[in-house]
């Protein structure tokens, strides 16, 4: 078969400035008047975010302004810590003589990075023991044969039907009885089963023949190795994308640690977040510190995101496939 050149096929004058159009021209036209409530929707998004940034470099008397000011006049860093702070030739009553972010939480080692602390060790422990039992838990319900095996799977997925705020009061005696309150386990052990990671999980694998996991149980491989060399690595781009839910939901969970965490010690970043805006509810002062404190909160959930956004679209695509 001969392949014809592009430039022979296609004449030159359509090309041309005074010759035709080229057929997609039109559609190209179009298909920007449709990206424009793409770009409206993503500045509807980002402008919050960018507010927030850029408030937490603002003095008191700039947040006061109105209209307020898109960028900011001077770039302080007063908001995360303030030099000036405890002066006895400031005024005890002007509101921008105010501790930094970086100056409060004196009551617990290291200040706000105590609490950035404890979330990266709770946030990081649930969501690696999470995605490992509910791997485990996706491969014996996909790949196993037993008895009963299709109750259990109804059974998990009909508690994705029952709201999380129903089990707060068993959960909380569970964990009083056991003496666990204001500790990690009250943190993690109510966190492990996730019963949508389980069925995406499934759902999954399902995509897997079942003649790879049976091949390798006659070269007599064990069902943890089954499970640790084939189906973990197979499972990578599901898990991945499952992991940022996972880790940005406990990240960003509020009611369970404010119910269970009775010392400052044992506060997530959520939990120290509404503390420091209730100490300082109706001080002006206070707008840009918490502005501040937000945006720190949300660096490492963002950050999470871009690292891992391949494997996330890759997983959310290959999980529909069958």
């Known amino acids: 078969m001969t392949i014809i050149d592009q430039e022979e096929f296609v004449p030159k004058d359509t090309f041309d400035a005074g010759g035709f ?3 997609f021209e039109k559609r190209s036209k179009w298909s920007k008047l449709r990206r424009i409530p793409l770009y409206l929707t993503t500045i509807i998004m980002v402008a919050p975010y960018y507010w927030m940034i850029t408030s937490s470099f603002k003095s008191v008397q700039e947040l006061q302004k ?16 303030n030099t000036n702070f405890g002066n006895v030739n400031n005024n005890s009553t002007d509101p921008s003589n105010q501790r930094g972010l970086f100056q409060r939480f004196e009551e617990v080692q290291f200040g706000f990075f105590h609490y950035v602390l404890n979330s990266l060790f709770i946030v990081v422990t649930i969501t690696v023991a999470t995605m ?3 791997s485990l838990a996706a491969y014996v319900v996909s790949k196993h044969r037993m008895k009963g095996k299709r109750l259990i799977y109804l059974t998990i997925i009909g508690s994705m039907m029952v709201p999380w705020q129903v089990g707060i009061i068993p959960n ?5 009885n056991l003496n666990w309150l204001d500790t990690y386990w009250a943190y993690i052990i109510p966190a492990l089963p996730k019963a949508f990671i389980v069925f995406f999980l499934v759902q999954y694998l399902s995509s897997i023949p079942d003649e790879l996991v049976e091949s390798a149980r006659i070269d007599r491989a064990s069902e943890f190795t089954i499970w640790w060399r084939i189906i973990l690595p197979l499972l990578k781009p599901a ?3 499952m992991m ?3 880790s940005i939901g406990e990240w960003n969970n509020f009611l369970w640690p404010m119910i269970i965490a009775n010392s400052p010690e044992m506060w997530n970043l959520p939990v120290a977040l509404s503390m420091l805006r209730n100490n300082g509810a109706g001080n002006i002062g206070m707008q840009g510190i918490i502005m501040g404190a937000s945006l720190l909160a949300s660096i490492p959930t963002v950050l999470l995101f871009l690292v891992a956004q391949k494997h996330f679209i890759r997983g959310i695509a290959l999980s529909g496939i069958k």
């Open 132 to 134: 490992l039992i509910s």
């Open 21 to 23: 159009s080229s057929p």
């Open 239 to 241: 898990m991945i994308a």
């Open 244 to 246: 940022i839910f996972a």
């Open 172 to 176: 909380f005696l569970t964990m009083s």
């Open 66 to 81: 109105v209209p307020p000011t898109v960028v900011p006049n001077k770039w302080l860093l007063v908001n995360y810590f």
